[in-house]
C-alpha cells in the first residue's frame, strides 16, 4: 500500500471510536500484570516525580504509579477506555490527541508511550514524536513493534515477509500491513519499520537513544520485560555541546564507564563508536579529549573521525580528520566544521583500525575489541 492509502485506513478504521470499543477495553481488565512491571521499572530506573502514559487505555500504569508516590496521569484518545477505567482512576485521565497534546512544556520527568505509534500514518507520526518531546524534561519511555537487529537488546520481531525484508533493506517502513479479510488493519497496527529506521527517525527529532540503560532494563530478570515482547526505547534530548564520559548522551559502540582516578572518567569506543551533540551558537571545531591506550595493549592506532550533521532529509558531511596516534598519548584531536545548521544534531564517527588489542593477547580473557579512551567530546 502507499503511505496515502495506508493514511485512509487510519481515518477510516483505525482513528474511529468503533475500533477500541467497549469489548475490546473490557480484554484488557482481565491481566494488568503487565502494567505493574512496567510502572516499577519507572521507579527503579527513572525515580520520576512526575509522569505522563500516552496511550493510557484503562489506566492502568497511572494506577500503579501513584501507589508508588509518583504524580502520575494519562492520556488516551478513545473516550471508550477512559469511561471504562476504575472511577477513582479516571479523574488523572483524560481523552486527548497524541498529535496534539495540550499541555505544558517540559512538564514531565518521564513520558511514557506505549503500542502508540504503530497506531499513526506515517505523517503524523513526526507530530506525535514532536509533542512527545515537548512535554517532556526527562527521558522518553516507548514501546512498539520493531523488526530486525537491536544492538541494545534482543533481536526484534523476525522479516518473515519478502516484502519487509526488501523494505526493511531499503530502511523505509514496510508498505505490506497486515489486514483481515475486511480490509481491518491487524491491532490497529499501521506503520512498522526496523529498529533501524525508528532509530534514526528519533534522530531526527535530537533524540537520541539511552542505550546503556535500555540493555539494564532488558536484562532485569526481575522485570522480565522480554516475556511481553516489548521492543523498547530509552530516549533522551540531544541538547549539549559537552558530554563527558559518564554522561549517557552517547550512541552506539562505546563500553562502560572506568574510573581512572587522577585521570578522570573515560570510555572505551569500540572499533567503531559514535556520539552526538548538539550546537549552541557560531561552534567552528570539534574537540575529542582522548587517550590512545597503555603499551601492554596496542602498538598503534590509526583512525579517522567524521562529523554529519541531518537536516531531515539528508545527511551532510561537516568535517573529516585521519589520525595516527602514538602508544600510550593523552590529548585532544580537533576537527575543523563549517556551515553548521542550527538546531540540528552532529554526529560524531569515531572510526579505528589497530594493529593490536585485547583480543590478541594470548590467555586473556578481555575479548573486547577497543578503539581510543574517551573523556569527552565537545564543540568550541
Given at each position: 500500500m502507499t503511505p496515502s492509502e495506508i493514511e485512509d485506513l487510519y481515518y477510516k478504521i483505525v482513528r474511529t471510536p468503533e475500533f477500541y470499543n467497549e469489548d475490546y477495553a473490557n480484554e484488557w481488565k482481565k491481566d494488568d500484570t503487565p502494567q505493574n512491571i512496567i510502572s516499577k521499572m519507572?521507579?527503579?530506573y527513572f525515580k520520576p516525580a512526575r509522569v505522563i502514559d500516552i496511550g493510557c487505555g484503562l489506566g492502568n500504569v497511572v494506577k500503579y504509579l501513584r501507589k508508588e508516590g509518583v504524580d502520575a496521569y494519562?492520556?488516551?484518545?478513545s473516550e471508550t477506555f477512559i469511561n471504562t477505567a476504575l472511577p477513582d482512576l479516571r479523574k488523572f485521565l483524560r481523552v486527548g490527541d497524541v498529535t496534539q497534546l495540550d499541555l505544558k512544556e517540559k512538564s514531565f520527568d518521564l513520558v511514557i508511550c506505549m503500542e502508540v505509534l504503530e497506531h499513526l500514518p506515517l505523517k503524523l507520526v513526526d507530530k506525535a514524536i514532536d509533542e512527545l518531546k515537548k512535554i517532556c524534561k526527562g527521558s522518553i519511555f516507548i514501546t512498539m513493534p520493531c523488526f530486525g537487529p537491536n544492538e541494545y537488546g534482543p533481536y526484534a520481531l523476525p522479516l518473515y515477509e519478502k516484502g519487509w525484508f526488501e523494505d526493511a533493506k531499503k530502511n523505509i517502513p514496510f508498505s505490506q500491513i497486515v489486514v483481515d479479510e475486511k480490509g481491518v488493519p491487524d491491532c490497529g497496527h499501521l506503520t512498522l519499520a526496523t529498529y533501524r529506521w525508528w532509530s534514526e527517525k528519533f534522530l531526527q527529532h535530537n533524540l537520541v537513544r539511552d542505550g546503556n540503560l535500555e540493555i539494564k532494563i532488558n536484562d532485569d530478570r526481575e522485570l522480565d520485560l522480554r516475556r511481553w515482547n516489548w521492543n523498547i526505547y530509552v530516549l533522551n534530548k540531544i541538547s549539549s555541546?559537552?558530554?563527558s564520559a559518564e554522561n549517557s548522551q552517547f550512541g552506539s559502540g562505546w563500553y562502560h564507564v572506568e574510573d581512572w582516578g587522577n585521570n578522570g572518567q573515560?570510555?572505551?569506543?569500540?572499533k567503531e563508536a559514535e556520539a552526538f551533540l548538539m550546537p549552541q551558537g557560531h561552534e567552528t571545531t570539534c574537540k575529542i579529549d582522548f587517550y590512545s591506550g597503555p603499551r601492554?595493549?596496542?602498538?598503534?592506532?590509526?583512525?579517522?573521525?567524521?562529523?554529519?550533521?541531518d537536516d531531515s532529509t539528508s545527511t551532510f558531511e561537516k568535517g573529516k580528520i585521519k589520525f595516527?596516534?602514538?602508544v600510550h598519548e593523552w590529548g585532544i584531536i580537533e576537527v575543523p566544521l563549517s556551515k553548521l545548521i542550527p538546531g540540528r544534531h552532529l554526529r560524531v564517527k569515531i572510526k579505528c583500525d589497530r594493529k593490536f588489542n585485547p583480543r590478541r593477547i594470548l590467555n586473556s580473557t578481555d575479548n573486547r575489541e577497543l578503539g581510543i579512551a574517551v573523556r569527552r567530546i565537545y564543540l568550541e
Open positions: 519507572a521507579v527503579k494519562g492520556i488516551d484518545y555541546n559537552n558530554i573515560i570510555r572505551w569506543t569500540e601492554e595493549l596496542i602498538y598503534d592506532t590509526k583512525g579517522e573521525i567524521i562529523i554529519e550533521q595516527s596516534l602514538p
